[in-house]
């Protein structure tokens, strides 16, 4: 339970992290929708914010609610952060609150590792068989041939298989409104490339 100096550290982390410019609405689609411009100073920013934030900070902020657990996850990408790998795998794995989960596969995806691998196929493992359940599928998948690419391993391909889990998830029910799975690895690439490019203004960045 908390007590109220951890409420009085929460709000005051979320002054700083969170709220400014309303960050935590902006990571995500919104990114794409920025002029360039807008998302040069937008990154630049974040970049800023990462190499601020410690790991301490990042863990209270991942027992917040979406909009922390969201701007935690993007920061953490940012810096590089793979201590934290363990725990967005357990978060995303929990689904917990709505959200969040898409900057989870984004942090798993700039890790890049087999492990981060795993994590996703887990994930997927689960709730590609819950069709009742439209969760973060989509960017999971996306994530998961990303890496696969990256790493020229091939798990999303038993998921992708003809009457495989992905599809019997599509079909539900309820039937889902979908794009090729190639399209969510191109845009979980492109949240990769941002998290890279605000990289540069990341002082604490693990290489």
């Not at 979320?14 to 998302?39: A, F, N």
Request: proline share 5%.
């Amino acid at each position: 339970m908390r007590n109220t100096d951890d409420d009085a550290e929460l709000l005051k982390l979320i002054r700083r992290y969170v709220t400014p410019d309303r960050r935590y609405l902006k990571l995500g689609g919104s990114l794409l929708g920025m002029t360039g411009r807008e998302r040069t100073k937008f990154l630049r920013k974040l970049g800023e914010a990462a190499s601020k934030i410690t790991p301490r900070e990042l863990g209270i902020l991942l027992d917040g609610g979406w909009r922390e657990r969201n701007t935690a996850a993007w920061l953490i990408a940012v810096a590089g952060r793979t201590e934290f790998r363990e725990r967005l795998g357990e978060l995303l794995l929990a689904s917990e609150g709505p959200y969040a989960g898409q900057a989870y596969c984004v942090a798993l995806a700039t890790f890049g590792t087999p492990s981060d691998a795993d994590l996703l196929a887990a994930y997927l493992d689960r709730y590609l068989r819950r069709p009742d359940l439209y969760y973060d599928q989509a960017p999971a998948i996306g994530a998961l041939l990303l890496l696969d690419a990256k790493l020229g391993a091939d798990q999303g391909a038993r998921f992708l298989a003809p009457a495989g889990l992905w599809q019997q998830w599509i079909d539900g029910p309820p039937s889902k409104s979908h794009d090729a799975p190639d399209s969510y690895r191109e845009f979980i690439d492109q949240f990769c490339a941002f998290a890279d490019e605000s990289a540069r203004h990341c002082t604490a960045r693990k290489r």
